[in-house]
């Protein structure tokens, strides 16, 4: 196929700068028609980004015989329904992160695309950001040595929702929980790829500062690979951002962050340096191309069904026992 003409499910913020215009910077890549229930909002889009087409009803994208293919870019609650809807009409899909709110939700996604012979593909765009490929060739190159464990510390505050007024990704029964889910994701499905699928994970989680129902603190071991120890805590009722992964080594240290773009940190004997990784102007673009390249037959895409899969059933394990909690109080 000489181009690949998409359609977006869902035109929410998300799609404005961070994805939509990937499918349209993508070389083999179109967008030709975007779908939002607020028909006045899909067409604003559609007028905005230059989009051919726009629907207020899902099956009507979906029945467009120009689109190729489709990005789901609704909240996770309906991941599931047009990820199995998409593939029954017999369209690729591309959906985003977290790529359901359970396992079982993923896993009910890839037997729709399985069965109906079409690919899926998952918004873990880290994998392909230029800034984690160069940490995945410092550790092919050596840098630290053997990697002996890794530690995962991320914080922030509540936020300053009105209550009553609380975003999508604070509440379970849209997100699968709170911003561990939305955020925390990122980090888990990024160490899959870095080390090898996460195993032996154990994890406790909590809601300490009472803002929302979701989880708000979560503490977490496993190992990533064969053989790396990890530890992380993500907590959202702190008094202080911090945002740091840190890959211990046999012969240094390797400093990122998950979502910023400052400079990498490697520590060695010889001292520290810094090494330069910033963020595409589109995030998406490099993982969005890498699924273009695999529809059309001359790439493959790192992100998929099956990989996002893991980090669902990691999320899944960790979450266990507040989810119990909350429907036993329920």
């Given at each position: 196929m000489d181009e690949i003409r998409w359609g977006i499910i869902g035109?929410?913020?998300?799609?404005?700068?961070?994805?939509?215009?990937?499918?349209?910077?993508?070389?083999?890549?179109?967008?030709?028609?975007?779908?939002?229930?607020?028909?006045?909002?899909?067409?604003?889009?559609?007028r905005r980004h230059g989009v051919p087409r726009w629907y207020d009803d899902a099956d009507a994208l979906l029945a467009d015989p120009e689109v190729d293919a489709v990005y789901v870019a609704t909240p996770p609650d309906t991941h599931r329904h047009y990820a199995v809807r998409a593939a029954a009409a017999g369209k690729p899909v591309y959906v985003e992160k977290p790529m359901a709110r359970t396992a079982e939700e993923c896993r009910t996604m890839i037997r729709a695309c399985d069965a109906a012979g079409v690919p899926l593909f998952v918004a873990y765009y880290r994998r392909a950001m230029p800034r984690f490929r160069t940490v995945a060739t410092l550790l092919a190159d050596g840098a630290v040595g053997d990697v002996r464990a890794v530690t995962v510390r991320t914080t922030s505050g509540p936020g300053t929702w009105e209550h009553g007024h609380l975003p999508w990704r604070v509440l379970p029964?849209?997100?699968?929980?709170?911003?561990?889910?939305?955020?925390?994701?990122?980090?888990?499905?990024?160490?899959?790829?870095?080390?090898?699928?996460?195993?032996?994970?154990r994890g406790t989680a909590t809601n300490l500062g009472g803002h929302y129902p979701a989880e708000d603190t979560v503490t977490m071991t496993f190992r990533a690979g064969a053989e790396v120890e990890g530890t992380g805590l993500w907590c959202f009722a702190a008094h202080e951002r911090?945002?740091?992964?840190?890959?211990?080594?046999?012969?240094?240290?390797?400093?990122?962050?998950?979502?910023?773009?400052?400079?990498?940190?490697?520590?060695?004997?010889?001292?520290?340096?810094t090494i330069e990784a910033p963020k595409p102007a589109t995030v998406q673009l490099p993982l969005i191309q890498t699924v273009v390249d695999a529809l059309?037959?001359?790439?493959?895409?790192?992100s998929t069904g099956t990989t996002a899969l893991r980090t669902a059933e990691v999320v899944d394990t960790v979450l266990a026992g507040y989810r119990d909690r909350m429907s036993l109080g329920s």
């Amino acid at each position: 196929m000489d181009e690949i003409r998409w359609g977006i499910i869902g035109v929410g913020d998300v799609t404005e700068v961070k994805s939509g215009p990937g499918f349209q910077q993508a070389e083999g890549s179109s967008l030709v028609a975007v779908m939002r229930r607020d028909g006045a909002k899909a067409q604003d889009y559609a007028r905005r980004h230059g989009v051919p087409r726009w629907y207020d009803d899902a099956d009507a994208l979906l029945a467009d015989p120009e689109v190729d293919a489709v990005y789901v870019a609704t909240p996770p609650d309906t991941h599931r329904h047009y990820a199995v809807r998409a593939a029954a009409a017999g369209k690729p899909v591309y959906v985003e992160k977290p790529m359901a709110r359970t396992a079982e939700e993923c896993r009910t996604m890839i037997r729709a695309c399985d069965a109906a012979g079409v690919p899926l593909f998952v918004a873990y765009y880290r994998r392909a950001m230029p800034r984690f490929r160069t940490v995945a060739t410092l550790l092919a190159d050596g840098a630290v040595g053997d990697v002996r464990a890794v530690t995962v510390r991320t914080t922030s505050g509540p936020g300053t929702w009105e209550h009553g007024h609380l975003p999508w990704r604070v509440l379970p029964e849209i997100a699968g929980g709170g911003l561990f889910v939305d955020l925390g994701s990122h980090t888990l499905d990024l160490l899959d790829h870095l080390l090898g699928p996460l195993g032996d994970v154990r994890g406790t989680a909590t809601n300490l500062g009472g803002h929302y129902p979701a989880e708000d603190t979560v503490t977490m071991t496993f190992r990533a690979g064969a053989e790396v120890e990890g530890t992380g805590l993500w907590c959202f009722a702190a008094h202080e951002r911090t945002d740091e992964v840190s890959l211990v080594g046999s012969r240094g240290t390797l400093r990122f962050s998950t979502f910023g773009d400052e400079p990498l940190r490697l520590t060695t004997a010889t001292g520290e340096r810094t090494i330069e990784a910033p963020k595409p102007a589109t995030v998406q673009l490099p993982l969005i191309q890498t699924v273009v390249d695999a529809l059309r037959g001359v790439g493959e895409c790192p992100s998929t069904g099956t990989t996002a899969l893991r980090t669902a059933e990691v999320v899944d394990t960790v979450l266990a026992g507040y989810r119990d909690r909350m429907s036993l109080g329920s």
